[in-house]
């Protein structure tokens, strides 16, 4: 940045003479630093992946928790400050129970999406706070049929066929843009979810440790894999895999 | 910008010397770096065209919405950051429903249009808040006839034959001045714009996704067009299109 | 500037040393940079007078609408930040109309131009927002006559026999100051409007667009001349007319 | 002002080492700067003088109002910012009618000069507005005898036997002082205050346009006296008038 | 001030490292170039001296206030900006009369200057106002006796035999450190107020204007001296009058 | 930190550059400054421990609490600044006693633990406030079992088997990383922490003021251990404890 | 300090990089510059003593109190900012009246000690105020036995055996350590309290005023000495008592 530039990315209601709100690119940087996180469509569903990123091994593994359900029907995933991830799938529930209740039937995806963005671009406008540090792939199989979404900290909304967001993004996206095909199956989907972020991961010398979560297209219904059954498919994915010990540890986010 | 006049332009409370407000000028500057997009009236009815901008293929090319239904007989394209415009067409449409409810008739697009640009006047006025990043074209046939409005980030509301805002704006009004006639049918009126839209983009080696909409001056009914009925167009507009894959790809709006 | 004045220009909560409030006088330059207006009175009624600043050809001309009616008996016309303006005619709709409901009779001008003055005084005092960047003048009969008030930046009021305010004030106010006479015609009183305006526009090669609007004595009724009348003034102010095409084009305001 | 010195005068809610309020020193030069205007005590009643700057003569002189009627038998002058000191006017007027309201009698003048004062030095001790930078005199009759104040951008109030703020005070006050006596008629008392105007413009080369207002110490009414009344004090005072052509011409206030 | 300590003197809500509130200290300058006033307890009562600082012969030197009774049994003199002082007063008042309608007795004393302590206190703790400039010596007699208190803009409470605060502080509290004896009585207390008025003001070449007020231990009753009882006591004190047309002229306070 | 990065980490509602919010950072440092802490869990129960930092032996020892009851099956430990851990346990035990009175049932941790954090995190993100400079360590067994969660000034949560945070969590994270095991009886848990804060202190010559806190696994109750079992588990860890005279003294929190 | 550390100790809502609050720290600073005050537990009670400070012989000695009752069985001392210490102790007593009020018993000391540290820590944390430059004794006999709390501007809470505070805290704390007994009779530490208080200042050349309050331990009642009990310990302290005359006076607080 030139020194003239300096000044104008103090505040989110400030536009630099070039028409940018720099806090919000700062924060979108706060993505690009989180945890690698994917999400593919398939014949038979959506599965959501992420690497957990466990610093120590005295954490519980399992608390570590990345993908989220948000209702039965809808499962969700964040990249980005792990707080401020939090905060929107807290809001992104409480949007699904008010529907539950309001109108006695599960909520729309793409109006759930809408509703988070548009949380998420009024912190951009008014003063007082920041914006959000976090980004959400939202996935869900509504009356609709399979959306999977990604919330921007601009308060963009964007709705893709596969999509990764974090740390590796650009590496994840050219593999899928290049190995990606809508009719996958879903085992084929998370086989090459598996192999793109470990991947990614590669070059730092980085062990993802794989959290997964899938919604079935017939059934509607969001669970995570379990352990043994993540287990499966990095077997399938035939994954070289380092050892442990001597694998590099990522770094704690905030 | 010289020395003396920095720090003028760090609130939208704050006029610089020779009567400007900065900040304004800097929404307006991210409406020049948007999506470039067009309204035209012709005998049968105003059509709007916009360049979608898809990143990647891995998009859901039809979820990138840019133009949007407002009511019935209105429609409208945005430009500049994409929340900002997400979050006015929201309004506009919230206006149009409280005509309904309140006068048991459509709203007039001349006060929606103003009551929308009241609105953005305010937010370059009271401080908290920045102004909005975005303009709208909002188009639409009612009892006073054809309508085709230009709002802008300072509150300002201009009326148009023909308008294009956006990254290229200046390249398209300048073909409209010399082709754009008031007497086109909606065809020739869809072409012009669509051989605009190529031609702008033709220099940074781009090439547009194409969406449209239609206003019918018989019906007042918006409609979006499909896929299949643009791809007529743009073969009507006899465009020599280049190969899709070496076209430069835009970058991600906000 | 010298440095040392530097910094009291930065809210209209802050005096220099020497007793002045900085944002007000850029507020003021505004309207020293906005549309020339003007207004006369004379034996027959007010005339007020605007050149419409067209950019483009493809604008709606008669959308450009700088004289605005308030009420039966009174009309006004403002300069500088055209948003600002809008604001300002609006706050005078609405106290006219409660007038009416209040009273059941027509405001008094006086009553309603230091209404709007006290208002726009307010956001010279207060924090938190900025100036009204705009000016109006506001012209009208009642039971005391004929009046035609100025209203500015800084909550001043003045009142005048004839004046002009805007881009080229000081060329407008020398030929009035000249060439004005209390016991004109309404006629006479418009044709010299006109001639000021076509004179103070021919330094910078620029051609006005003119509109006119009138408060007859009699009637104490505002009405917009057509264009067609407007032509004819402009026809007897026998100008010269240089070629539409070649005169240069006015900037549009924000 | 030294280094050392500078931003102690950014906020009224800031002392300065030397425990001044800067701000509240810069509303008082407003005042400096402004109209010169006078309030002389005589036997029969007070005189209150004012010079009302016609920068042009396309002004409507009569409108341009400098001496204010509070009550039947309160008048006022302001000096300073125009708009300021007309807020301060309306204050006094509300004051004045809430204790007819209230107890069914005439407001105290003593009384009313202070409740204007006290809220004069509120806006010196609370942020978020700034000084109001206007003084006013406030001349009346009352049950107490014939009493005139001047308050202070500060909040301070003080009674005069005779006093002049504005552009020349400090011209007018010597010549009071050595001119002045208390046993005065009310025309001496005029005469005097009309030639000290003059003569404190001489230097300027400027002619005052004076308006007069007086309170009756028996009938207790002020009135404003007519132009012509006028005319017959400034011939009584036998002052040698220069050609008002060619008399410089003040610049308007704000 | 070091360059180091610049900038801790802004705000009242800020600490210096040394722990000082410098925007109190400022506020205590502005009562130490305030008017030099003086406390007094004797064997017969409490006497309150101050020099009255007339400016200008022109002013009503009797309007000019600085001793101001707050109940019957209390008086108070002010030092330091004149409207702050005015609003204390104000405030003691208030208390008082709220003391007489809740408790149906006269309000203690020191109950009295606490409550006026803890005012000022908050003051300068919260933000969005600034400390009080200006201090209050407060005199009475209850049923504890006489008391005479000296309020601080930083809220602490003193309580003295004799008192002095303002311009000449130093000077009046030396001689009173020397001369002072409790056992005296009244006429002896205010013959030595005056005779330190006088010596204090002396090196400047100026004269006071000495207003007096005591309160009697027995009446418990407050009363301000006539002119002329001031001047018997003057000449009690057998002062060595300067001509007071050449004595220096004390500035005006704020 | 760069000249370059100076200026983002004033305030909470500031990203820097590279996405991260300094303010949370520092917050983060007050902990990493704090009194070390420590959990483990165990075959039949979690421990808690904490070094105390008596700075004085005139100190009231058993009154410097830092391992608090929360509810009867939950105990939590702060470390970083001592009155913000003492605000946090008091809104950890609000919570619990809400949850009381609402479900009559305890409160599960997993909840407790999101509850405070939520919390956390909102004052990363609203401006007028700042982070919280304490992190607990939450200790309970429930019906989902044991369970101990770190709450970070981020507003992140974390849960482990055993964890350490404060002055030596590096040194005592490696310890227990290499010798503490899931199925340690709780004795040896406790001797494990004892060892490993002794261990962490030697560097700096100091020797730890021990208390500690367990939650049985059978009872579900938390209780703090006394002095006299304090010391049996110290001499079951065997340690070659150095003169207290001439260990070194820690400096006082604040 | 660095200059990299400049800016960061301008509000109590801003971390440093250190994780510290600075104004918290100059708060502190207020308090080591305050009155030496000291609290003594003994086996027949609780002794609070400190330096009253008398700057002039004219001040009503037995007004400077620096030794508040609280309750019957609660005394309180303060050293710091007058006016802040003087409102903590208005805080504690409505505490403890709300105590009486709504369990019909006296507060307990610990709990008294409590709130007003969370009162205190708030104003750490929250923007809009500044921290209380003040820290207070609170000592007392209750069901629990003696308390001797020492409360500080960050919130934070200490309970002694001994403890003093204040400008001359260390040379105190260390006399305390090498001579304080637990099993002490009242009029030994009162003693110890006394020479403590004559030896800190004796190196400025200053001489103590002292003031003692006692709790005792069967009566559970707060009472302070009278000034011939005070002489009678200062003679039982053998201290060489300098002549008065010419001792220095130590500066007024505020």
Known sequence: MTPQMMGYD??????SPDGRLFQVHY????VRRGATVMGLK?????????????????????????????DDHIGAVAS????????????????????????DEPISIGILAKKISDHIQQLTQYGGMR???SALLIAGVDETGQRLFETDPSGALYEY??????????????????????????????????????????AKGEVPTIEIG?????TRK???????EVKDYISKADIKKPDAESAARPEREE
Chains 1, 2, 3, 4, 5, 6, 7 share one sequence.
């Open 131 to 133: 914006p959000y540090g």
């Open 27 to 30: 924060a979108q940087e706060a």
């Open 80 to 103: 980005g400050l792990v707080a401020d991830g939090r905060a929107l799938v807290d809001r992104a529930r409480v949007e699904a129970q008010i529907n539950h209740i309001t109108y």
């Open 161 to 202: 066929k596969a999509v990764s967001i974090g740390a590796n993004r650009n590496t994840v996206m050219e593999m899928l843009e290049s190995q990606y095909r809508t009719d996958m199956s879903l085992e084929e989907a998370i086989v090459l979810g598996i192999k793109a972020l470990y991947k990614s991961m590669e």
């Open 222 to 228: 969001f669970r995570k894999l379990s352990e043994s």
């Open 10 to 15: 103090r505040a989110i209601t400030v536009f």
């Open 42 to 70: 398939s014949k038979d569903g959506i599965a959501l992946l992420v690497d957990k990123r466990i610093s120590t091994k005295l954490l519980e593994a399992e608390s570590i928790e990345k993908i989220f359900k948000i």
């Open 214 to 218: 899938v919604i079935d297209v017939e």
